[in-house]
C-alpha cells in the first residue's frame, strides 16, 4: 500500500507548496497528489481552492488573476510564521521539485462545466519535462476531462475521482481506458476494491489521516492512501 502526502505534506507544512513538498520527502511518503487550476494568462499552477482567501493573503478568484499577480502572494503564513514566504508554484516548477522515482497524481481541476483546455497545458508540461511515465497520473473530478486527456496523449495514467458509492462501479468504469479510481475512504468497498483489480484498475484513497482507518482499507487490498500525515503510517 503506498503512502502519498495528501498536497504534499499538508499536516505539517501548508498544501501545494514547496515546503510540503520537501516535507514529504523528509518523511518518507511514496508520492504526492496536487492539484493544478489555470490562472487568468493560462499558465498551470499549483492550488486548491478556487479562491484565494483561504490559503493566501489575497483576495478573488484564482481564474482572475496573472502568475505575476499570484506570485505576490504569500501562501504560508496562514500555516504558521515559520512557513512565511511560500509562494504559488507553477507545475513546472513542482515538476523540478519532486523526483522522478515518486508517485505524481495531478488533479486537474475545473468548475461548473468549464472548459479552458487546462488540461492540453498540463499534458504539454509533461512532455517538455520528459515526465510522461508510470509515476504520473492525472486524476479529476470532471470526468470529460479524463475522456480527453487519453485522446491527447494515450500512454498517461488516468484516475476518476469519486464521492459517492457507485450502483455499479464496473460498468461505470468501462467508459474509460483507466489506471485507476480515487474515492473518499467512506465509499470504498472490498468488494469494489475486488471488481477493479478484475480489471486491472488501482484504487486509492483519500483523505485518510489515522492508522485505524489505514488498516481496514489495507484489509480491502487498496492499492495506496492519500493523507496529510504520511509519516505515522511507516
Not at 497528489?33 to 499552477?45: F, G, M, P, R, Y
Not at 484513497?205 to 503510517?233: C, H, M, Q, R
Request: glycine share 8%.
Amino acid at each position: 500500500m503506498k503512502i502519498i502526502a495528501h498536497r504534499g505534506a499538508s499536516g505539517y507544512a501548508p498544501e501545494n507548496t514547496e515546503a510540503s513538498i520537501l516535507e514529504g520527502l523528509k518523511r518518507g511518503c511514496d508520492g504526492f497528489e496536487v492539484d493544478v487550476q489555470l490562472t487568468k494568462d493560462n499558465k498551470v499552477v499549483v492550488f486548491h481552492d478556487w479562491s484565494l482567501g483561504r490559503t493566501s493573503n489575497g483576495n478573488g478568484f484564482l481564474k482572475d488573476q496573472t502568475l505575476a499577480e499570484l506570485k505576490i502572494l504569500d501562501i504560508g503564513i496562514w500555516f504558521s510564521k515559520e512557513f512565511k514566504g511560500e509562494k504559488v508554484l507553477t507545475l513546472e516548477e513542482l515538476l523540478g521539485i519532486i523526483p522522478k522515482e515518486k508517485l505524481l497524481n495531478i488533479e486537474i481541476k475545473v468548475r461548473h462545466g468549464e472548459v479552458n483546455q487546462i488540461e492540453e497545458k498540463v499534458v504539454e508540461i509533461l512532455e517538455k519535462k520528459s515526465r510522461i511515465n508510470s509515476n504520473i497520473i492525472i486524476s479529476s473530478f470532471d470526468h470529460r476531462i479524463i475522456k480527453r486527456i487519453k485522446e491527447i496523449k494515450s500512454e498517461i495514467q488516468v484516475g476518476l475521482l469519486i464521492t459517492a458509492g457507485l450502483l455499479d462501479i464496473t460498468n461505470y468504469t468501462s467508459n474509460f481506458d483507466l489506471y485507476s479510481v480515487h474515492c473518499g475512504g467512506e465509499f470504498i468497498s472490498k468488494k469494489n476494491v475486488d471488481e477493479l483489480k478484475k480489471n486491472n484498475i488501482k484504487t486509492y484513497a483519500w483523505t485518510v489521516n489515522t492508522v485505524e482507518e489505514a488498516k481496514i482499507l489495507d484489509s480491502f487490498g487498496i492499492d495506496g492512501i492519500i493523507t496529510n500525515y504520511p509519516d505515522i503510517f511507516k
